[in-house]
């Protein structure tokens, strides 16, 4: 990880690789004309107040993510100016906001890996503003090269931004230095979960997942218990065992309690960890498989959820269940056909194998349910329908309770987790009925993502307050890296986890 450090050295005099500054979009009246931010005075001032038109003449704008690279003045310790985009000027007295100034730090540090130092002197209003560029720096700074090697000994590539020194931070101000830590426990716990998600299936079954989190757990103090096939089997969870019936990778059910003496309200998380995902007998055709070792993002985004809530200290009792299977066609593969009896007792005629990741969810949501918490929160990458919905940035939100969706939402927004609430029409429920079970793991084909919503609801038990995040859009990142956020596994939903456990943990989960 990047070590990051708070400065109130002036930037002509810092010794670093680059010093990184901010740019944002002109005005109307001047809407190619690039204005620098705060944070840039000493590199506006040794360019005797030209830096924008300078920038204008290299082709900046402004525009959020853009980078712009130029020689450092004379008399900096520094070589290099990054200036990078903010996008469109604040109004007058207000901030950038976090968000852009989370985005921008992630792209200079991204542009600036193999470097040893870097100076960011992006604009810091307050301490929230020096938390986001921490966590920016950090999160874009990620990289996962575990498997890759340049055939030397060493690894392909350039090594990741080593230090950052915040700029403008004050670091004997309690509130700056509370937001670095809370940014790199964050970070830290976020970039261990896009670890998870890009090792491969081969080197991540369950039990190999269930072992990092005990792991993690004895390291930071949580309570941890991991069923087995024969505990399984013993409880009843008919539908993990369902959907890992066909691997010669067993099946286990990990449960994760961080408790605070404090502690006022209990938030359960269940993560659907599907360590890989061919389909099952309804096989998924080629061009939809190979990245499918990203199906166990949800139960990697509650574990870092869970962690990062013990490294904080958080004053409220955090269960992380992850339920972990993996889904491979065999002989003893659950069949289109076959029914299951879950573990709340209800059977469900399994009409599709590769819809597995509802019946691993059915049964922890049931499991989390018997301890009664104030609020239960699962975060899958459920379906495909989602994404067809709402693109591959932002994940959708369903609840049980509409308070509690917008408390959801809201903690999403503020953390800068593109995320939207989606409704639970009643009458697709009915798409659902069989003929055979009590339920079909199945229904309409027109609003999926909905059906699977409806689907969990099934076994949250009554009177707890529930939500649903569907994150099949946002887990794993297909195209290029943008903003803090990298090509492969992503982390999404942990970020609103943790702000949902710091909401409960100061009473408020509505």
């Known amino acids: 990880m990047t070590a990051l450090t708070l400065s109130t050295a002036a930037v002509p005099g810092l010794r670093a690789d680059a010093i990184v500054i901010g740019v944002a979009k002109g005005s109307a009246s001047k809407p190619g004309a690039p204005v620098v931010a705060p944070g840039a005075e000493a590199v506006d001032q040794a360019y005797d107040g030209r830096l924008a038109g300078v920038l204008e003449t290299l082709g900046a704008s402004g525009a959020e993510g853009e980078v712009t690279k130029l020689p450092a003045p004379a008399g900096f310790k520094a070589p290099l100016v990054v200036a990078v985009g903010l996008g469109a000027q604040p ?35 307050d301490a929230a503003d020096a938390g986001a560029v921490a966590e920016g720096v950090l ?36 509130a700056y230095k509370a937001a670095v830590e809370r940014a790199t426990a964050v970070a830290e716990e976020l ?9 491969p299936p081969n080197d991540l079954n369950p039990e190999a997942f269930a072992a990092v989190a005990q792991a993690a757990a004895k390291e930071h103090g949580i309570k941890v218990q991991v069923l087995d096939e024969k505990a399984l089997t013993k409880g009843g969870y008919g539908g993990i065992l369902g959907v890992g019936a066909g691997s010669a990778s067993g099946p286990r059910l990990v449960k994760l309690s961080y408790t605070s003496s404090k ?13 890989y995902d061919s389909g099952g007998i309804s096989l998924k055709p080629a061009g939809h498989n190979e990245t499918m070792k990203c199906d166990m993002s949800g139960a990697a985004a509650v574990f870092a959820a869970v962690v990062a809530a013990a490294r904080l200290g958080l004053e ?90 917008s408390a959801v939402h809201e903690a999403a927004e503020e953390v800068g987790e593109p995320a939207w609430p989606m409704p639970l029409p009643e009458h ?57 956020t990298p090509k492969g596994g992503t982390g999404s939903a942990v970020r609103t986890l943790v702000r949902l456990a710091e909401r409960a943990a100061s009473g408020d989960l509505s």
């Open 263 to 275: 502690a006022k309200k209990h938030l359960a998380l269940v993560g659907k960890g599907i360590t």
């Open 316 to 405: 409220v009792n955090v269960t992380g269940w992850l339920a972990l299977a993996e889904n491979m066609p065999s002989g003893s593969a659950t069949r289109p056909g076959d029914v299951l009896r879950m573990y709340s007792g209800k059977t469900v005629e399994v009409l599709n194998t590769d819809a597995e990741g509802r019946l691993v969810l059915a049964d922890a949501l049931w499991a989390a349910s018997q301890e009664k918490p104030d609020a239960i929160v699962d975060v899958a990458t459920l379906t495909g329908a989602m994404m067809l919905a709402l693109g591959s940035r932002t994940f959708g939100i369903m609840a049980n309770d509409d308070a509690f969706r």
């Open 91 to 125: 109004e007058k007295d207000a901030g950038y906001g976090t968000e852009a100034l989370r985005k921008a730090a992630g792209v200079a540090a991204r542009t600036l890996a193999g470097s040893k130092k870097a100076a960011f002197a992006l604009p810091l209003t």
């Open 428 to 484: 697709l429920r009915k798409g659902m009925d069989s003929a055979t079970a009590d339920i079909a793991n199945m229904g309409e084909r027109m609003g999926g993502g909905l059906v699977a919503g409806l689907f969990l609801r099934e076994f949250v038990g009554e009177g707890i307050t529930w939500a649903h995040l569907d994150i099949a859009g946002p887990a794993f990142n297909e195209g290029g890296p943008f903003g803090y």
């Open 191 to 199: 970039n261990r979960a896009r670890d998870l998600i890009n090792t």
């Open 139 to 174: 999160l874009g700074a990620y990289s996962f090269d575990a498997y890759k090697d340049n055939g030397n000994g060493g690894k392909n590539g350039k090594a990741p931004l080593a230090e950052a020194a915040l700029v403008g931070g004050k670091p004997r101000d309690k």
